[in-house]
């Protein structure tokens, strides 16, 4: 059986937010601050996903940055009407364009999802809708969103979903929710793990809440276009890092490889790597107290279902794949 690499090989990696917010609705900064803010922090990509307007920054494209064309739109729960916003449901979602240069009269009238919360079928429909004008549609914040999985075992169609939210982590400490993720995996859908910021910059990058610099992805394509990226992120071909703090740099994974039933990680200096699977069983490594790993192999039993792997630093940091299927894998 060849090797076969779950991370993509001979590829440039950059580092991206896919969730953003400018002076266009509630965030603080203009695109260009926001460029010119996360390419200090080694940043190559930003997703502009404004609430409920959909913007092209094509306009800060260059050879070393890239803006994705994106948007972020909600659909809030209704019959509460004596509580406030901070007691009802929604669901928070953000779309990214694949290719801006079509549907581009589609696009500048986009609207918000029109029928009533509870209408899931009415929802996916919309999805639907999306999907054929060219965007990827990633759910997010559920803990934020007061949801839990009756809200979102029948979603359908979308590409990808928030693993860690920063800013939700420094509004209440629950930006970190894998437990969704894996609820929306065993409910049968195959869908991408994404760390964001969700940033709004009301406080100032040195300020301990600024909601900046906490969840990123690294993404792998051969080169930073739109075509290159978009197409990576459409296969899956990067994995999250995160670093609570939002001021050091999160865990990276450098491989994951598979052969003869054999899993192997390497990573930089981690507390734990975990395999985390369908069931409740894990595969597990772990450093000696004051030490650190960073590889470990494993043997899979065939009965896994899927496989992600989830790494852990001394403090806290952390680094997630994406989900992998095993009847996916052996079909390769």
């Known amino acids: 059986m060849s090797v076969k690499h779950l991370l993509p090989q001979g590829v440039n990696w950059y ?4 969730h953003c917010h400018t002076v266009l609705s509630d965030g603080k900064h203009t695109a260009r ?7 200090a922090r080694g940043y190559s990509v930003i997703a502009f996903t404004d609430h409920r307007i959909y913007a092209n920054h094509a306009e800060l494209n260059d050879e070393n940055f890239l803006a994705i064309a994106a948007m972020e739109t909600d659909l809030n729960e209704f019959g509460n009407h004596q509580w406030s916003f901070d007691r009802i449901r929604t669901y928070h979602i953000n779309w990214f364009d694949t290719d801006p240069n079509l549907y581009k009269e589609e ?10 919360y509870h209408d899931i079928e009415s929802l ?3 999805v639907e809708k999306m999907a054929g ?8 914040h559920p803990y934020w ?14 590409w990808g979903m928030e693993i860690y939210n920063h800013g939700c982590e420094l509004d209440g400490l629950y930006g970190y929710h894998p437990q969704a993720y894996d609820e929306m995996l065993r409910s049968g859908q195959r869908l991408f793990a994404v760390a964001t910021d969700d940033n709004h910059n009301s406080c100032p990058p040195e300020d301990a809440l600024c909601d900046s610099f906490g ?11 739109c075509p290159a990226v978009m197409e990576a992120l459409k296969n899956g071909h990067f994995y999250s890092t995160i670093s609570p703090d939002g001021r050091s740099e999160g865990p990276r994974i450098e491989e994951i490889t598979l052969e003869d039933g054999r899993l192997s990680v390497r990573c930089t200096p981690a507390d734990k790597i975990y395999i985390k699977t369908m069931g409740r069983s894990c595969h597990r490594a772990a450093a000696a107290p004051g030490t650190t790993i960073s590889q470990a192999q494993f043997t899979l039993t065939g009965k896994e279902g899927y496989i992600r792997v989830a790494v852990q630093d001394a ?4 680094a997630d794949s994406n989900a992998y299927f095993l009847d996916e894998l052996l079909s390769r």
């Open 15 to 18: 580092k991206a937010n896919l």
């Open 107 to 116: 696009k500048a009238h986009l609207t918000q999802p029109e029928k009533r």
């Open 133 to 140: 004008l060219g965007f990827l549609a990633c759910y997010n």
């Open 145 to 158: 969103s007061l949801q839990n999985y009756e809200d979102y075992k029948d979603l359908r169609g979308f």
């Open 33 to 39: 601050e926001i460029k010119e803010l996360y390419q």
């Open 124 to 126: 996916n429909g919309y």
């Open 315 to 318: 403090h806290g940091r952390h």
């Open 215 to 225: 969840g990123a992805v690294m993404i792998g394509a051969r080169e930073l276009t």
